[in-house]
């Protein structure tokens, strides 16, 4: 069974940063992409980021430039740094991976709490 751990999470003033993680429990070369979602209150479930196997990353135009997608192969480990947040970028973080052989993510780690305010 495949396990994603997601660490990171926290409450932060805006423009202030936080950098999230998100641990495989298999070698992450088994997976085509791992990518980041956000929820919000009362909101569903969002795109943010994702790095392919290619190490290639995409992002929704919401966090580009201000957040960054990277991986760290030796420990089947994502993060996700998030700079200049804002009081809209509060929500939970998923962490999801996909495979080869599906156009969906199909694993999901149990989210971090992200909170900005002052």
């Known amino acids: 069974q495949v396990q994603l751990l997601e660490s990171g999470g926290g409450l932060v003033q805006p423009g202030e940063s936080l950098r999230l993680s998100c641990r495989v429990s298999e070698n992450i070369f088994n997976f085509n992409s791992v990518g980041w979602h956000r929820q919000a209150p009362g909101k569903e479930r969002d795109f943010v980021a994702k790095?392919?196997?290619?190490?290639?990353?995409t992002y929704t135009d919401s966090v580009k430039g201000r957040f960054t997608n990277s991986r760290d192969n030796a420990r089947n480990t994502v993060y996700l740094q998030m700079n200049n947040l804002t009081p809209e970028d509060t929500a939970v973080y998923y962490c999801?991976?996909?495979?080869?052989?599906?156009?969906?993510?199909?694993?999901w780690g149990q989210g971090t709490q992200v909170t900005v305010s002052s």
């Open positions: 999801a991976a996909r495979s080869y052989y599906s156009n969906t993510y199909a694993y």
């Open positions: 790095i392919n196997v290619g190490g290639v990353t």
